[in-house]
Each structure stands twice: as C-alpha cells, then as structure tokens.
C-alpha cells in the first residue's frame, strides 16, 4: 500500500487495465447496493480536448442512509463525501486504484469514532477490484 505522504491518499496497484478494474467496480457497487452517482472519465474530456492523458477514470459513490449521519456530525465532511475512487494509470503503464485514507477524512473532518465504519469500506471495495 502506498500513501502520499500528508496528502491522506492511498494507492494500490491493480492487476487489471483501468477499464477492466472500473468494471470490476461497477458490478462490486451494483452487487452491494451501493449506489454509483458518477463515472468521470477525465481522460475521455482530455481526450474530446484535443489533449492526451492516459487513462484516468473517477468513480463516486456512496449510499444516502451511510453517508448522511457522518454529514450531520461534521457537516465539513460533505467536502470529501460521496466517497471517491479514482483509477488511473501512470507513466510507466501501471494502473493504481487510489482512494482517500479513512484515517485522514477521521482526522481531516473530525469524524465521529462509531462513524468510521461508513467510510472504512472504501478499503475493501478497492481490494475486491484487483481479485
């Protein structure tokens, strides 16, 4: 696992082409009910631009009944909610899932301890793109 450092961003490589990983969490968020708000393909825009940008891909999701309470308790959260997955592929081919840390929106946000749980997932989505 690697995180910016002080930026509170953790990226994981993945095992598949940006593409496929975005798939693969299309079907893992529709399976877990979760829903998918938007799908920006900043690398398409770039693309429509005139501009080339390898392949980058934001997925935003989230469930209203989740995500609510951790607005209510810090309404900053809003900022950072619904949560984001962005999958992108670096310079040297390598496609990376990356997502913000839990512990940075806790810390960034001041979020409740028994609230965790709601962003924490985000964690295991990410791994379940890469089986």
Do not use: C
């Not at 899932?97 to 295991?124: D, F």
Request: aromatic share 4%; glycine share 8%; no cysteine.
């Amino acid at each position: 696992m690697e995180q910016a450092a002080g930026h509170g961003i953790i990226s994981k490589p993945s095992n598949h082409s940006v593409d496929e990983t975005v798939e693969k969490l299309k079907g893992i968020l529709a399976a877990k009910k979760i829903t998918l708000f938007a799908l920006i393909d900043h690398s398409g825009e770039a693309q429509k631009a005139g501009i080339a940008m390898r392949p980058t891909k934001l997925l935003i999701f989230g469930n209203p009944k989740a995500g609510t309470p951790l607005m209510l308790a810090a309404p900053t959260s809003a900022i950072d909610l619904p949560l984001k997955i962005l999958v992108w592929e670096d310079v040297g081919g390598k496609v990376l899932v990356s997502y913000n840390s839990p512990a940075y929106l806790a810390e960034r946000h001041g979020l409740p301890q028994e609230l965790l749980s709601v962003i924490a997932g985000v964690e295991a989505l990410a791994a379940m793109a890469n089986e």
